[in-house]
């Protein structure tokens, strides 16, 4: 790939113009200026040609499509931070390298984990609807559209990260106390500075918060981490909100407890099989026990043009035979 020719890259969705104008620029890049998602036989054969594909959350690059790759595909540069839906240690074994987007999404998206932590317990949605709905508003009253309080509440943060470090400095700002549960401790003047509790049991920090907030990356050791027992230990006026990825939370288990009134209600952002949505979650949402966002997070267009900008900065450095800032390793097993 070194040499005069431009590599070809082929992104499989529409980034923003900014993005693909210096794709352009850079190298022989393939866009979808429709951004129609690509079908896995149109995936199949990208990735024959291609020398770099930059796929996103919505492609599945799994094992049997690695396989198939043509030996020109070296790279395979992520549009996104989580790489839960390329099977990276396949790759690997087919000396293809894999690099996502970190860091430039971590304040959009705790941005959003702070929209949806506040959406259900005071009725965002709900009051919004109100003045746009059919009926005319009464006015105020002293007893009406009482939501609960957010400050001085206890918030649970499942993967303490980027991101979930960056929502425990805007939530402690909120007045919220800050529990953590991760693998490893953080840094002592990370949790002095947060004033952050440690749970290494996660069951027993579960029980005991306001609101959880999972943050944590998606693998095959979190799928299910709120599993139906451990979200049974949650208290009744305890929230969800999940702005990771919609496979750590058993979904179905999370619905039935918001129905029987063992938790209060959830903020998401992502779904177990999105973009498939479970329609139990839709009538939840009807009843405003849940907020249902579209998986927004890092949606802002300055987000969206710094991830772009990323995946051509590791392009560069792999083309020009460097080791690519952004790398991903596989999981050690
Ligand atoms: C992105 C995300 O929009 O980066 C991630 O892991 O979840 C999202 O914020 C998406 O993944 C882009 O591929």
């Known amino acids: 790939m070194v040499g005069k020719k431009k590599p070809l890259v082929v992104i499989t969705r529409k980034l923003p113009d900014p993005v693909e104008t210096r794709m352009r620029e850079l190298f022989d890049a393939r866009l979808n200026v429709e951004d129609r998602p690509m079908t896995q036989p149109e995936l199949v054969a990208a990735v024959k040609e291609a020398d770099v594909l930059v796929p996103t959350v919505t492609d599945q690059i799994d094992a049997a ?50 929209a949806l932590m506040l959406a259900v317990p005071r009725r965002l949605a709900e009051g919004a609807t109100v003045l746009t709905g059919d009926k005319k508003w009464a006015g105020w009253s002293p007893t009406w559209m009482l939501g609960r309080r957010i400050w001085g509440k206890r918030l649970g943060i499942v993967g303490m990260g980027r991101i979930g470090t960056a929502v425990a400095r805007r939530a402690k700002a909120f007045g919220l106390s800050i ?17 952050a509790t440690y749970w290494e049991s996660l069951d ?36 969800v909100v999940n702005t990771a990825r919609g496979d750590i939370i058993d979904e179905e288990a999370l619905v039935k407890l918001i129905q029987d009134g063992k ?32 998986h927004m997070g890092s949606a802002t267009l300055e987000g969206r043009i710094d991830m772009g900008e990323k995946v051509i900065i590791n392009i560069r450095a792999f083309v020009d035979g460097h080791r690519p800032p952004d790398r991903v390793l596989p999981l050690r097993t």
């Open 263 to 294: 938790i209060a209600g959830a903020g998401l952002d992502v779904y177990e099989h999105e973009p498939a949505l479970n329609g139990k979650l839709l009538k939840l949402a009807a009843r405003n026990k849940v907020v249902l966002l579209p």
């Open 179 to 195: 529990h953590y549960h991760n693998r490893h401790r953080v840094l002592p003047a990370v949790e002095d500075g947060l004033e």
């Open 65 to 114: 499509l690695i396989a198939q790759a043509g030996d020109n595909l070296k790279l395979i540069a992520n549009f996104g931070n989580g790489v839960d839906k390329i099977d990276v240690a396949a790759a690997a074994k087919k000396g293809i390298t894999v690099t996502n987007t970190p860091n430039v999404l971590t304040e959009d998206t705790a941005d959003m984990t702070m």
């Open 204 to 239: 027993q920090m579960l029980a005991r918060m306001d609101i959880i907030s999972v943050n944590c990356p998606s693998t095959p050791a979190t799928f299910h981490l709120l599993s139906a027992r451990r979200l049974a230990l949650l208290q009744p006026t305890a929230y």
